[in-house]
């Protein structure tokens, strides 16, 4: 099982993208209250990185959202 992997939103755009790799990953996230930060756990040590996703969706995804998860 893959480790908890945390993405923070910048922006509206930043929102858009993690509301995005959710739907094409059919991951769900966990969200704490008065945070924008979002927790996605990925089963198998395959997918715990999401950044290649990420990539897919939008190239300058970084631009947009932080990864507080160490890579």
């Not at 992997?5 to 995005?20: A, F, K, S, T």
């Not at 395959?46 to 890579?71: F, G, N, Q, Y």
Request: a negative charge; charged letters at 30%.
């Amino acid at each position: 099982m893959g480790g908890p992997v945390q993405y923070e939103p910048r922006d509206d755009q930043g929102e858009e993208i993690l509301n995005l790799l959710e739907e094409r990953t059919g991951l769900s996230s966990r969200r704490w209250p008065n945070t924008r930060m979002r927790e996605f756990v990925a089963l198998g040590a395959e997918s715990t990185d999401l950044d290649p996703a990420l990539t897919v969706i939008d190239p300058d995804w970084a631009d947009h959202v932080t990864r507080l998860t160490a890579a």
